[in-house]
Nanobody, 124 residues
Framework: QVQLVESGGGLVQAGDSLRLSCATS????????MGWFRQAPGKEREFVAA????????YYANSVKGRFTISRDNAKNTVYLQMNSLKPEDSAVYYC?????????????????WGQGTQVTVSS
């Protein structure tokens, strides 16, 4: 089992920055690729970013590319999502997820474990 706990969400204004954290416990963190997804009211959960478990290569949704950065600290068992130049359309509940097996990174079904989510609200 892997437990995931997100933190760092909040209410900010457009153009501001936030850094989300996802602390993990349980199985070896470095064995898992990590991803961030988000879900706005009335919309499906969508991929935001992912980072591979070994080489740290990252993937981003087009909507956040150039504004968001995913990173991981294997010593702290934590993955981060630095969000800059936030827009109102970034408002959503943000979820951290862990996947063990290789394959697609941008589909929620590929992930094995999920956190409870943290709310991000960006006002205009």
């Amino acid at each position: 089992q892997v437990q995931l706990v997100e933190s760092g969400g909040g209410l900010v204004q457009a153009g501001d920055s936030l850094r989300l954290s996802c602390a993990t416990s349980g199985r070896i963190f470095s064995s898992y690729a990590m991803g961030w997804f988000r879900q706005a009211p009335g919309k499906e959960r969508e991929f935001v970013a992912a980072i591979r478990r070994t080489d740290g290569n990252a993937y981003y949704a087009n909507s956040v590319k150039g504004r968001f950065t995913i990173s991981r600290d294997n010593a702290k068992n934590t993955v981060y999502l630095q969000m800059n130049s936030l827009k109102p359309e970034d408002s959503a509940v943000y979820y951290c997820a862990a996947k063990y097996y290789s394959g697609t990174y941008d589909h929620s079904y590929a992930y094995d474990y999920w956190g409870q989510g943290t709310q991000v609200t960006v006002s205009s």
